[in-house]
C-alpha cells in the first residue's frame, strides 16, 4: 500500500526498522507535471519537533515530474528499549517549486504533507508480529471495554466491533502501546469482541475474536 496526494505519493503507509537493519529505504514519487520541494525527517512525537534518534537522507531536494528519489533512514547511536518496540514519525513535506522567490508562510499554506509511523523493533522478541494481533485481551469495567496490549509491539486497529457495534477508529483509540491498555466506552453489556489490525504491509490481520469476561474490573 502507498499514500498518495496531489500527484505525490510514498511506497508504503508505514516504516519497520528493525535493530538488525542499517538503513530503511522509501521511494517519493510524483506522477503530476509540477516540480516540488521536498522536506524530509523524523520526529519523536506526531504533534511536535522533538528531535528522533534517526536520520534520512536527503533531508531535502527537489523532486521533478514524472521522477521519483528513494530516502535513506539511519538510526543514529542512541539506546532504546530492547524489550518491546519504540515509535516515532516519518514526515514529508512536498512544496510545489515557484519561479519566483515567495514567503516561508505562503509557501507552507501551498504544500502538503505525509506523516506516517515508523515502528523501531529491537532483536529477539518473544513472538512475531503475526502471532501478536490476536493476542490482546478484554474485560469488562466501570468505565466500559477495557482492551489490553500484552505483546511487545504496537497493535494498530484497522476495525473493532462490539457484538454488532462498530466502533469509530477515528474518535477512539486506534493505537494501543506495548504492554499497555485502552477502554472504550460502552452503554450496554457486551458479550464479543471483533477486530482486525494492521500488519507490517499495510494490509489486514486475520479476524480476531474473544468472549468478554463475565467479571468486571476495577477501573483504571
Known sequence: MEATRGGVS???TRVIFSATDKAQTIAVKNTGAKNYLIQSRVQSELNNDRVAPFVVT???FK???ESNQLLRILKQD???PSDRESLFYLSVSAIPAQ???IT???RLSMGFQFVIKLFYRPEGLKITPDNAYCRMRVAPTSKGVRIENPTPYFLSLADLKF???VIDLDVQPSMIAPMNSEVYPVSKPVRQVYWQAINDFGGL???CQQAMPAKQEQSK
Do not use: F
Request: glycine share 8%; aromatic share 0%; no cysteine.
Open 10 to 12: 510514498l511506497s508504503q
Open 58 to 60: 536527503p533531508p531535502l
Open 63 to 65: 523532486l521533478g515530474p
Open 78 to 80: 542512541h539506546p532504546l
Open 99 to 101: 519561479s519566483e522567490p
Open 104 to 106: 516561508n508562510e505562503a
Open 163 to 165: 457484538d454488532h457495534t
Open 205 to 207: 490481520s486475520g479476524q
